[in-house]
T-cell receptor
């Protein structure tokens, strides 16, 4: 079966750095997305990785290791508005998107 | 700058009733899809369309129908509502498929009594 694992919930402090991990076991791999979803709202696109390595976009960075079936989302200089769920999504060999259940990130002052 | 528009935002139905969730996008996107989101689970694909006149089933299509008569519109029909269909439904679109970031509507919160 296809599976995506990410922590259910994490807590971090405003101004700090947090790393949200995602491991996956899928039928092939055609890329990995991260989405942000605030409570009661729609998911919004954050990043896309298809090659190994780190992609940086402002305060957010996403890392991929295809050989390990592993990705992480790194959030720097945390702000209260970063409180949200972060969804890890893998595209398998049939170009189907497999969605993780999401990591709820709580930011404390 | 509407993007993806879903209506209604909230709906309560009785078991056995039918209804249509509307979805429209104004970005000329070819690819559109419907998901449901349930607590503790990832989004699950119900149906999708790669262009006008073309639809296909996703992971959980039973109890739902779709049509795509125009590029802009992609309605989702619940044929005979069941309590198991209580969920949040999201419509999404992208320029030309899964490789592109999905643009989501605001969602429809549906309760079946």
């Amino acid at each position: 079966g296809q599976n995506i694992d990410q922590p259910t919930e994490m807590t971090a402090t405003e101004g700090a750095i947090v790393q949200i991990n995602c491991t996956y076991q899928t039928s092939g791999f055609n890329g990995l997305f991260w989405y942000q979803q605030h409570a009661g709202e729609a998911p919004t696109f954050l990043s896309y990785n298809v090659l190994d390595g780190l992609e940086e976009k402002g305060r957010f960075s996403s890392f991929l290791s295809r050989s390990k079936g592993y990705s992480y989302l790194l959030l720097k200089e945390l702000q209260m508005k970063d409180s949200a769920s972060y969804l890890c999504v893998v595209m398998d060999s049939n170009y189907q998107l497999i969605w993780g259940a999401g990591t709820k990130l709580i930011i404390k002052p | 700058n509407a993007g993806v528009t879903q209506t209604p935002k909230f709906q309560v139905l009785k078991t056995g009733q039918s209804m249509t969730l509307q979805c429209a996008q104004d970005m000329n996107h070819e690819y559109m899809s419907w998901y449901r989101q349930d607590p503790g689970m990832g989004l699950r694909l119900i149906h999708y369309s790669v262009g006008a006149g073309i639809t296909d089933q996703g992971e959980v299509p039973n109890g739902y129908n779709v049509s795509r008569s125009t590029t802009e519109d992609f309605p989702l029909r619940l044929l005979s509502a069941a309590p198991s269909q209580t969920s949040v439904y999201f419509c999404a679109s992208s320029l030309n498929g899964e490789f592109q970031p999905q643009h989501f509507g605001d969602g429809t919160r549906l309760s079946i009594l």
